[in-house]
């Protein structure tokens, strides 16, 4: 026990270190006093007579005894038994819980979540991170080591060429795969309200007769976006590199089916086996 809370030190968290200091050092005197004091103690006492035999204390404790010597066949068994039980009540143990369900429904606070729920688009968020593929960052530094040695054999005293820079997810293409991710979470039942840069790519859809802009456009759109606007409809879900996407969800709480584990197992094996994403590229 003291070997477990000394182990807190090395959390890094100011609280929970001092909280391991005062548990560390509380069961070491604990242990000195009932091992070294309290013996030391007692020894200063001069015994007492012992107990008679009509003492009630005596006689149950006893009698514990003999029952315990003559029937340990029997309590073997039974103590087997609930061990064999306690093994299969672990594999049925669920670690999600909702934190909904500690609410009587009559409640405020389960009825404030219900309409949060209901008509706010749920109540607790969850981001889904997805990275570029390896090897893309592999042909990033190809690119580079290409430019380095173009830009050393130019003219010194020539035009300063200007790249398009390169990036994973911000083109007609992965956009639509974003997309279809962003529909696919809407299908689901234990999820409200979703937000990605398919959110912003749905509003430019709508302003360009429902056609997808191509990749020069959408070059221009990131460069010639207005610094506020950027802040709302860019920066929550795509990195400065836009080689990394977050798509953010909100889980009902109040939905009776909802288990978290399952439901994020269930969009990551979508992301792996329905459209090829690498698990490792895959964060919650």
Do not use: C
Not at 68 to 83: C, D, E, G, Q, W
Not at 234 to 256: V, W
């Amino acid at each position: 026990t003291i070997v477990a809370f000394f182990s807190l030190m090395v959390s890094g968290i100011r609280p929970v270190i001092d909280f391991g200091w005062i548990m560390t050092i509380g069961i070491t005197l604990a242990f000195v006093i009932s091992f070294v004091f309290f013996p030391s103690f007692l020894k200063l006492m001069s015994p007492k007579e012992s107990v008679s035999s009509h003492d009630i204390t005596k006689r149950l404790t006893r009698n514990i005894g003999l029952f315990t010597l003559s029937n340990k066949n029997k309590i073997l068994f039974v103590s087997a038994t609930f061990a064999l039980l306690s093994v299969v009540g672990v594999f049925q143990l669920q670690v999600d819980n909702r934190f909904i369900d500690y609410f009587k429904k009559d409640t405020e606070i389960y009825q404030g979540m219900s309409v949060i729920d209901t008509q706010l688009g749920g109540t607790t968020p969850l981001s889904i991170i997805i990275e570029a593929e390896k090897d893309f960052f592999v042909y990033l530094k190809e690119v580079e080591k290409d430019r380095l040695a173009a830009d050393l054999s130019d003219d010194p005293f020539g035009d300063v060429e200007e790249y398009e820079e390169e990036n994973y997810w911000f083109n007609s293409e992965k956009l639509l795969e974003v997309e279809k991710i962003h529909d696919y979470l809407e299908t689901l039942p234990q999820i409200g309200k979703v937000l990605s840069i398919a959110t912003t790519l749905k509003v430019v859809r709508l302003l360009n007769d429902g056609q997808v802009p191509d990749d020069y456009d959408l070059t221009l759109y990131r460069k010639l976006f207005p610094k506020e606007a950027k802040k709302t409809f860019l920066d929550p879900y795509l990195s400065a590199d836009a080689n990394q996407i977050r798509i953010t969800i909100r889980i009902e709480e109040t939905n009776p089916t909802l288990n978290r584990g399952e439901l994020m197992e269930k969009i990551k094996l979508h992301l792996v086996d329905g459209l090829k994403i690498d698990e490792e590229r895959i964060r919650f």
